[in-house]
């Protein structure tokens, strides 16, 4: 039931990009995207509708593929304050679930 | 500011004692969460609760109960816990649920780290 993430943990040099993967075995209604930096709450970046949509803001965007039950997060030209946990969580009809989680570390 | 508190932060307490845990949030919200997060797992959904009324218990033990007073206000009733419940626990918030989706963003409380002897 709850998505798989992929890669478990990334580690960047500033500048680099990367991508987060995450796949449901179960059709999607919506796909969200949070943040969580070491201590601190989960932040919520942002949310992608069933429809195949694309959304960014900044340098972080995330698409959508409704038919093949995935969502990936894109970080270009990653900074220092990207570094953190990054969770999908998936809706499917009135069911929700988290992933497993993304590691990202940012280094100089 | 999140706009969701969560006391106390820290919590130790022993398998026999009664505590609970206190999530209120200023955003207007009529949709509430209980997240319970342990380490190397994910986050797992506890129980939801919209416009008071309890819409969810994910096969959550009975030693842990959630009251939900009114909108703005959420408590876990903690009794006779097992060391491994020690977890950090989170409170979010959304706008509501409409029927039943979630198609809006939930909003975080910093957690109470709870440690059970």
């Known amino acids: 039931q709850q998505p798989v993430q992929s890669p478990q943990a990334v580690i960047l040099r500033e500048g680099e990009d990367a991508v987060i993967n995450c796949s449901s075995s179960k059709a999607l209604y919506s796909v969200h995207w949070y943040r969580q930096k070491h201590g601190e709450a989960p932040v919520f970046l942002m949310i992608?509708?069933?429809?195949?949509e694309q959304k960014g803001h900044d340098k972080i965007s995330a698409s959508f593929n409704e038919k093949k039950q995935q969502s990936s997060l894109y970080l270009t030209a990653s900074q220092l304050s990207y570094s953190g946990t990054y969770f999908c969580?998936?809706?499917?009809?009135?069911?929700?679930?988290f992933g497993t989680g993304t590691s990202l570390t940012v280094i100089p | 500011e999140t706009g969701v508190t969560q006391t106390p932060r820290h919590l130790v307490m022993g398998m026999t004692n009664k505590k609970s845990l206190k999530c209120e949030q200023h955003?207007?919200?009529?949709?509430m969460y209980w997240y319970k997060q342990s380490a190397k797992k994910p986050l797992e959904l506890m129980f939801v609760?919209?416009?008071?009324?309890?819409?969810e218990n994910n096969s959550v033990p009975s030693r842990f109960s959630p009251e939900c007073p009114n909108s703005s206000h959420l408590f876990l009733h903690l009794h006779t816990l097992q060391p491994e419940d020690s977890a950090l626990y989170l409170c979010?918030?959304?706008?509501?649920?409409?029927?039943?989706?979630?198609?809006?963003?939930?909003?975080f409380g910093d957690g109470t780290r709870l440690s059970i002897l």
């Open positions: 979010a918030s959304s706008q509501d649920l409409r029927a039943g989706q979630r198609n809006q963003p939930q909003h």
């Open positions: 955003l207007g919200h009529n949709a």
């Open positions: 969580g998936t809706a499917t009809g009135n069911q929700f679930y």
């Open positions: 609760y919209n416009f008071k009324e309890q819409t």
């Open positions: 992608l509708l069933k429809g195949g």
